[in-house]
């Protein structure tokens, strides 16, 4: 039996987050190398990795959700761009050294413990000049109700993140509040962490 809740809120026809990038994605895409390597974390139904590979980069999308991923599939195809896909949990994800060129965290919700665990792979994995980039709901998004988990343990502040990625140079850090739309999952006024940070050479 499939227990996965993501499969099903992906099961429906449409969207669930629209087939739209992320527009902080969008804006800061000119950041990464170009034609280079880029692992979206959590990609969910494909909307910002096709985004991506529309933008000439070589894209790879990870998730737990196999439904979500064949629906990525299907939006890449419609939209005529290659994406590579993998269904997995992050907690187990091989995601080599010095490997990519680009790290999108993009509502990539995941519990604190595993965060910790994460972190310094993922600035294993990075390539000298490559870029992490994070927007995620910040706890007080639990306040707003427009979007994100419930549970306090999965959502991010800058000072995790800039602690996390001390050894990077911060390109952006923001915490704040912005509207976001994205499809039926987020809808309006919300509160947000935004990182965006280098590995040097
Ligand atoms: C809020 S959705 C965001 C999807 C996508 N990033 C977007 O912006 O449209 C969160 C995604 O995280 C995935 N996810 C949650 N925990 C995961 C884990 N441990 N490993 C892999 N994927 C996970 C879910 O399957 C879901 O697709």
């Known amino acids: ?15 669930f ?10 804006a800061e895409a000119h950041r990464f190398k170009p034609g280079g ?83 310094p792979k993922l600035v294993r994995a990075l390539r000298p000049g ?8 910040h706890p007080k998004q639990l306040a707003y109700g427009t979007g994100g988990p419930k549970d306090v343990d999965m959502l991010l502040t800058i000072d995790e993140l800039r602690a996390d990625f001390t050894g990077l140079e911060a390109l952006h850090a923001f915490e704040g509040e912005r509207d976001i739309r994205e499809g039926a999952g987020h809808t309006g006024a919300s509160y947000v962490t935004q990182f965006i940070a280098r590995k040097t050479a």
């Open 130 to 137: 490559g870029l992490v980039l994070f927007e995620h709901y």
């Open 1 to 15: 039996m499939n227990t996965n809740p993501w499969d099903a809120r992906y099961a429906g026809e449409g969207f």
């Open 37 to 119: 390597d880029v692992l979206s974390l959590a990609e969910g139904e494909g909307r910002n990795a096709v985004f991506l590979a529309s933008q000439g980069l070589r894209v790879t999308g990870v998730d737990g959700s196999s439904v979500g991923l064949q629906k990525a599939q299907g939006l890449a195809s419609a939209r005529g761009v290659a994406i590579t896909t993998v269904v997995g949990d992050l907690g187990a994800y091989d995601f080599g050294e010095a490997r990519w060129d680009g790290l999108v965290s993009i509502w990539c919700h995941l519990p604190s413990a595993l965060r910790r665990v994460l972190h």
């Open 17 to 26: 987050y629209g087939t739209e990038p992320n527009d902080f994605l969008r």
